[in-house]
């Protein structure tokens, strides 16, 4: 099943996004390999026109409106893709002199994106705010499905939805400054194959082989409610992509890999 996500675009941005049947068709091709495994799963995909201040076309010829699948609007928890929210809040207000960075703080900033460096988010949430950066975030972005974690101290246990990770990536050069966003796709564009903590990141739109310029951030976090999280999200040759998963802890992380993978490829086509 695949549906329409309305949030807002600028009236002249005519970027292209897949169609519906490419969504059901990662749709099916989770629910496929995560039942070849003897288990069952759950996946969230939006896939949304990528917002430009001048409403420049990116890809021509199709249509500029979202399509999702039935689970966009769930939520799920963020694991590290709350660094997303963490970094676009702390340089709006850089930006705006309500503070000041040093170069090494940029650096730390940075290292959240390209190698997920969870003890420089650690730091991070505690030196600018914690739970207050998502609502900020959440506030000017609009996402009436994403909160901070019931534990503070609990970054990874932000909630979310694809859908709200999908407006926040295509809002992004308009809602945020121009040249910050640009920094934040830069740095994603620069995702390393294995994060800091070792974990292998080459999967989801990260799978080795996928084509296209791609500015990622993955996520994973075991073992909360009972499940895996596994997450893939980023801007594609001018589209955002988001897929969002849970998986049994038991089933182990090739099983969600592996299915994600399959969910990005059949969107891939």
Not at 39 to 58: C, I, W
Request: hydrophobic share 50%; aromatic share 6%.
């Amino acid at each position: 099943m695949s549906l329409s996500v309305a949030f807002a675009a600028p009236a002249q941005a005519r970027v292209g996004v897949a169609t519906s049947t490419a969504v059901s068709a990662a749709d099916a091709a989770f629910a496929a390999s995560v039942a070849a495994s003897g288990t069952s799963g759950a996946l969230a995909v939006v896939v949304a026109p990528l917002q430009t201040a001048d409403g420049a076309v990116a890809l021509a010829d199709r249509t500029s409106s979202p399509v999702a699948n039935a689970l966009a609007d769930e939520p799920f928890y963020t694991a590290s893709l709350s660094k997303l929210f963490v970094v676009e809040d702390v340089l709006h207000r850089a930006r705006t002199g309500a503070l000041t960075l040093t170069t090494a703080d940029r650096q730390l900033l940075m290292s959240m994106l390209v190698t997920s460096d969870d003890p420089a988010m650690s730091t991070a949430w505690d030196r600018w705010g914690g739970t207050q950066m998502v609502t900020d975030v959440a506030t000017r972005y609009g996402l009436t499905g994403t909160a901070g974690p019931a534990d503070p101290g609990q970054w990874g246990e932000t909630v979310t939805t694809a859908a709200d990770v999908a407006r926040f990536l295509s809002a992004l050069s308009v809602t945020a400054d121009p040249a910050d966003a640009t920094t934040m796709r830069f740095w994603l564009a620069l995702a390393t194959p294995a994060g800091a903590d070792g974990f292998d990141q080459s999967f989801g739109l990260m799978a080795p082989g996928a084509p296209g310029a791609i500015a990622a951030k993955q996520g994973w976090m075991c073992c909360v409610d009972g499940a895996r999280d596994l997450h893939s999200v980023g801007v594609v040759d001018g589209e955002v992509v988001v897929l969002l998963s849970r998986t049994p802890t038991g089933a182990g992380w090739d099983v969600g890999r592996a299915a994600v993978d399959a969910a990005a490829a059949a969107l891939r086509g």
